[in-house]
């Protein structure tokens, strides 16, 4: 299948469940004997995990199978992401919300995690100093059968920015208010 073929079915399975072109735009790029799919996401109410659902299907890799390379050619490369413009647009709305939590963070110990905000069984905690890893805040689910949260999502937000596109993404996909943030 072509690459234009491959974007054209997504567009199709995309619009079969009201994702419209306005939401989601999808491109197709050929290298050389590579295909590439590049799938944006323009509007965050959007589900990224649906899309990536109907786009990741048409993904196809060749590995060796003693070097675990990628060998080249008839590879189809599909990346699904938000649009940067959108996500930099809509990320300006948290930047007070992400200034004041990171004026909060010099009072938690390195090892401590700061507790965002809770929705359901979904918790968000950010863990705002280097300790082995970079800044980044943590969506987690909490688990019946123990104690321990299942990490389901991290995002990098080590400086105003970065946490400020991280609060855009979780409020958009997952529905947090940071309106009434505690810290």
């Known amino acids: 299948m072509a690459a234009r073929e491959i974007a054209e079915e997504i567009r199709k399975n995309l619009k079969k469940h009201g994702i419209t072109s306005k939401q989601v735009s999808v491109r197709a790029k050929t290298y050389l004997l590579d295909k590439s799919i590049e799938v944006r996401i323009k509007d965050l109410k959007v589900s990224k ?7 990741k299907k048409y ?8 070097t675990d390379d990628i060998l080249a050619g008839g590879n189809t ?5 938000f649009d940067y ?7 300006e709305k948290f930047r007070n919300t992400a200034r004041k939590i990171l004026k909060e963070k010099d009072k ?12 359901e069984d979904l918790m968000l905690l950010y863990q705002p100093h280097h300790n082995g ?12 059968q123990s104690c321990i949260l299942d990490n389901i999502e991290s995002y990098y937000a080590a400086d105003e920015y970065g946490l400020s596109e991280a609060l855009a993404i979780l409020a958009y996909q997952y529905g ?5 943030i505690k810290i």
């Open 49 to 55: 995990k649906l899309v990536e659902a109907f786009a």
């Open 59 to 66: 993904e196809y890799i060749r590995w060796d199978d003693y």
């Open 77 to 81: 490369y599909v990346t699904v992401d």
């Open 85 to 91: 413009k959108t996500l930099r647009e809509k990320a």
């Open 108 to 119: 938690y110990k390195k090892d401590k995690l700061m507790r965002l905000a809770e929705k």
């Open 133 to 144: 890893t970079y800044p980044h805040i943590k969506l987690c689910k909490r688990n019946e």
């Open 176 to 180: 947090f208010d940071f309106t009434k």
